[in-house]
């Protein structure tokens, strides 16, 4: 895996003494873990047949898309909200 910046993110703004709203980013840029091939899953010997039973390079354990192993940040890429808080 290739090293990769992260970057959150979030601004908020005090609307009055008692209430804030804020907007805001995990993950900004919505960078998800790369894939490796399988190459070694692939039927050579007729390649019409594609990738061996059970072995497609995209799912993994029943999750789409997701890497072969750990990674350091999630396979969900970005997340992004809007807060609104109230002080009592």
Request: neutral net charge; charged residues 10%.
């Amino acid at each position: 895996m290739k090293p990769t910046v992260i970057v959150d993110l979030e601004l908020s703004y005090d609307l009055t003494k008692f209430m804030n709203v804020a907007i805001g980013a995990n993950n900004l840029f919505n960078k998800i873990p790369e894939v490796p091939p399988l190459v070694a899953d692939y039927n050579s010997a007729s390649p019409a047949a594609g990738w061996l039973a059970g072995r497609s390079p995209y799912i993994n354990g029943g999750a789409i898309n997701a890497p072969y192993g750990h990674g350091p940040y999630g396979t969900n890429g970005g997340f992004y909200y809007a807060r609104v808080s109230f002080n009592f």
